[in-house]
């Protein structure tokens, strides 16, 4: 009697479960008809989306950054062919594109409806010194200390603090731990921080690159996606020393038994969770949507030893949500306008930060077209607001309370737009998106709180995604997802595992050319 192969159950349909897909078929020799994908949303990607139409309008929720040191990204992108040339990786692909259409912004802030300075950070010998205490500073000492506890008021008013916050999304009540990650992380990128050099971009938005490629290569070897499941508990039992799945619970009440030499590998969490959607004429309702990642961690988290502190990262929305908002239009002048004011050509300059605006809009006007089935004469960008909870500066509302009409409105009053000029988004579909829990991996944490991949006694189960620990990377990146699937497929294989964080932090060279960078205040 021939034995049942061992199966596969990946829990998130996000990166962490296609790019842990991968490595069980690359590295670790498993076939495709024996991994499925659990997801509870109709199309996988997770936060790497992007939907729609024309018509309709286009809508990207976000859009994580990538650099040349997101190795463990690279490795992964470098077996999926790309979407407009199979004969091509999608890595040799973003990098061809981005020899194309070199970065280099002219145009990062506003302020008044003008150009504002960026190429001065604002820091004053104190800020510098702290931000140098912080680098030196062990994550032990720091505990859950904010970056405001840990920076003078001033801080929060420089050009570096403008620019790093909207670039990453950081707030002041954020993690210290996690802005002390960041700063070591991306240290070498401090050169060319004020222009946002050394960042590279998709050649389209990340569903369209990234996602629908790597999502067939896993279809083609037999991988199930099961879309819109969602996944309400899991059975975990002791099996002598240790403890296994032994079932898998769905909404729909049925139950898949999972042997003990299945393997199970569950994504925590999800920073899209939750998301509502407005119109140009509505707001994205406050209360979230149904947010069955964060249903799933909670009810591990108590039934569970080992499951971390959900509750520390989504416990307090009004401290993780922001408002972003994407924009479909017909007419070419705001596409040429901000050609001739920012001085940049579409798609080589990325996000410019309304320093003075009360919602601290960003937006950027990608290379176009941003979706592959985008016509020729309609043209998408995308913006955010970081501080939404305060009324606008035109607009007297928070912006998460705003349609889509207001916030362009607001944008509009922001860039000091004519009545002439405003006639460019004239029919602009425009679609708001709330995400009450965006930020939420950045929130303080005690030890613990995000557990380890491979949980004490965890026998054929592991954790994946932006809430597992994983010493000096940094969350809302890509990186650190891809990074946690190749770890817990090594960690129950016994195959593969993530290539090291490469310690940039390390190099004198690069030490030295961010001192200089800091120390021209």
């Known amino acids: 009697m021939t034995e049942t192969p061992a199966l596969h159950y990946l829990i998130g349909g996000g990166i962490a479960s296609l790019a842990a897909a991968c490595s069980l078929i690359r590295d670790a020799g498993v076939t495709g008809e024996a991994i499925r994908i659990f997801d509870d949303q109709p199309q996988p990607g997770g936060a790497l989306d992007g939907t729609g139409e024309a018509t309709w309008g286009y809508l990207t929720r976000g859009g994580r950054m990538f650099e040349p040191c997101f190795l463990n990204t690279l490795d992964l992108l470098s077996e999926i062919p790309a979407p407009n040339d199979t004969g091509i990786s999608i890595a040799d692909d973003i990098l061809r594109f981005n020899e194309e259409v070199t970065g280099s912004s002219n145009c990062r802030l506003i302020a008044g409806g003008r150009k504002a300075d960026m190429e001065h950070l604002g820091l004053s010998p104190g800020d510098v010194l702290a931000l140098n205490r912080l680098l030196l500073t062990g994550e ?75 999502a067939d290569w896993l279809r083609d070897r037999g991988v199930r996606f099961d879309s819109g499941a969602v996944v309400t508990g899991l059975e975990i039992e002791a099996t002598g020393a240790g403890r296994d799945v032994t079932a898998i619970t769905l909404s729909d009440g049925r139950q898949i038994a999972v042997r003990a030499e299945d393997r199970v590998f569950v994504t925590l969490g999800s920073m899209t969770d939750g998301a509502t959607y407005g119109t140009n004429t509505s707001a994205p309702p406050l209360a979230p949507a149904p947010t069955p990642a964060w249903d799933l961690w909670r009810d591990l988290a108590r039934s569970h030893p080992g499951f971390g502190n959900p509750d520390a990262f989504a416990g307090a929305i009004d401290k993780t949500a922001w408002t972003s908002f994407t924009v479909t239009m017909d007419r070419p002048g705001f596409r040429d306008h901000l050609e001739e004011f920012t001085g940049n050509r579409t798609g080589t300059g990325g996000l410019v930060t309304i320093r003075d605006s009360a919602w601290l809009m960003s937006f950027v006007m990608f290379h176009q077209p941003h979706f592959r089935d985008q016509p020729d004469d309609t043209i998408v960008f995308w913006g955010y607001g970081l501080r939404g909870d305060r009324n606008g500066d035109f607009v007297p509302k928070p912006m998460w309370q705003a349609s889509g009409d207001e916030i362009l409105a607001e944008l509009c009053w922001q860039l000091r737009l004519t009545p002439a000029q405003r006639q460019w988004f004239e029919g602009a579909r425009v679609l708001p998106c709330r995400m009450p829990y965006i930020t939420s991996q950045f929130m303080p944490r005690a030890p613990g709180d995000r557990p380890a991949i491979r949980p004490e006694g965890a026998g054929n189960f592991a954790l994946m995604g932006q809430y597992v620990e994983q010493p000096l990377d940094t969350v809302f990146t890509v990186e650190y997802s891809v990074r946690s699937a190749r770890a817990a497929v090594r960690a129950l294989t016994g195959t593969g595992g993530p290539i090291p964080v490469k310690r940039t932090d390390h190099d004198p060279r690069v030490l030295l050319r961010a001192a200089k960078v800091l120390m021209e205040i």
Not at 162 to 190: D, G, N, V
Request: zero cysteines.
């Open 140 to 214: 032990r000492m720091l505990g859950d200390r904010t970056i405001a506890g840990w920076f003078e008021r001033a801080f929060f008013d420089s050009n570096f603090w403008i620019m790093w916050s909207t670039m990453f999304s950081f707030q002041p009540w954020h993690s210290a731990i996690e802005m002390r990650r960041y700063l070591r992380r991306f240290i070498h990128l401090f050169p060319g921080f004020t222009r946002i050099k050394g960042i590279l971009r998709t050649r389209y938005n990340q569903y369209d690159s990234l996602i629908a490629p790597l």
